[in-house]
Structure formats: C-alpha cells, structure tokens
C-alpha cells in the first residue's frame, strides 16, 4: 500500500510540474508573435505524458489577462527665444524689411516733420544710416533710419521709414527740445 501512495505522490508531482508546460503546448502559437524569452523557451520544451493506471493527467485551465502600457507623453518642445537684436543689414528678427521705395522729402513730409527741419535730419539721417530703411547696427540692434535702439521701440515697424521718422520726430523734441537741438548734440557727441 505504502508503494501505491508513494507511486501516486510521485506521480502528482510530476504533473504539478509538467501541467503548466502542457497548457502552454496546448495553444496554438501565432505565427506573427514576436519572440520573447517565454516563446523561446517554449520552443525548447517536451511534451511528457503521465498516466496513472490508464488515466491521463488533463492540464488545468488558465485564465486569460491583458496588460495595458500606458503610453509615455510627447514631450512639450521647448520655447524659443527670439533674438531683441536684429541681424545684417536688410532687416533681422521678425520685422519685414522696407521695400516700399519713395524719397528722403517724401518720408519726412509724411512723418510731420517741418521743412524748416529737413537740413537738420537730413544731417542726423545721413551719418546714422546714409538714408538705408533697413540699415541695422549689428552689435547693438539699432535699426532703420536714425537707429533707433531697441528697434521694437518704434511703433509699426522700425524699418518703415516714415514709422521710424515719426518716432524719430517725438525723440528729438522729446530729449533735444527740437531736430535743431538733435542736431547740435550730434555734432558734438556723433551720436544722439
């Protein structure tokens, strides 16, 4: 009887063993199935079959689970920061240069500024910029006409040359009393 037992527990723990290979050789491998270790490992196995007195183990049923990965998030790209100095001589950074044409007399007249005051610009103009809409200082950043500094001063855009004139018109009466008084200080200082 002891030996009837002991064949018996021999024979459980056999199939305690091979049971889950079993199952695993019952299903049907897909032949699109990327190859991982358990595939692999799979492949290496044998099938046993272990009776007992005529009686076939049956492999025990296993349920079914499904796995989600979260997907990682796209990283936020990174802002970029744009330059406040304007590059070359045609118009840097994000203001379209000027290609509008017209005349010296033509821009002031449009900016307001007096005729009376057109030789006094003129002087200040022609040494800034030598009368160049896109004219742009490219250590510093000063652009248009009479260089204003920082370009995003002049209200529209710095390179339009009736923009940057009327800026240039509220600058020099604002610091220098008048484009006559603009004038002065440059003379002295070559710059205003």
């Known amino acids: 009887m002891v030996s009837v ?3 018996l527990a ?3 723990f056999a ?3 091979v049971a889950p290979t079993g199952v695993a050789l ?3 491998a897909l032949a699109d199935a990327p190859d991982s270790a358990y595939s692999v490992a799979l492949a290496d196995t044998q099938n ?3 009776t007992v007195e005529g009686a076939a183990i049956t492999p025990v049923e296993r349920g079914s689970f499904e796995v989600y990965v979260k997907p ?7 802002p970029v920061v744009a330059s406040e100095s304007n590059s ?3 118009g840097g950074g994000s203001l379209p240069p000027y290609t509008g044409g017209g005349a010296p007399a033509e821009w002031m007249a449009a900016a307001g500024i007096a005729q009376s005051d057109w030789q006094y610009v003129d002087y200040v103009v022609s040494r800034e910029s030598g009368w160049n809409p896109n004219a742009t200082n490219s250590s510093s950043g000063a652009c248009g006409l009479v260089q204003a500094l920082p370009c995003s001063k002049v209200p ?3 390179y339009n040359p009736v923009d940057n004139l009327r800026w240039a018109s509220g600058y020099a009466t604002g610091r220098y009393g008048s484009w006559a008084g603009a004038y002065n200080f440059w003379i002295n200082n070559h710059w205003w």
């Open 5 to 7: 037992f002991s064949a």
């Open 10 to 12: 021999v024979v459980g």
């Open 15 to 17: 199939g305690a063993m």
């Open 26 to 28: 019952a299903e049907p």
């Open 48 to 50: 046993l079959t272990v």
């Open 72 to 78: 990682k998030p796209k990283p936020k790209p990174k």
């Open 88 to 90: 070359g001589s045609t």
């Open 156 to 158: 529209g855009n710095g």
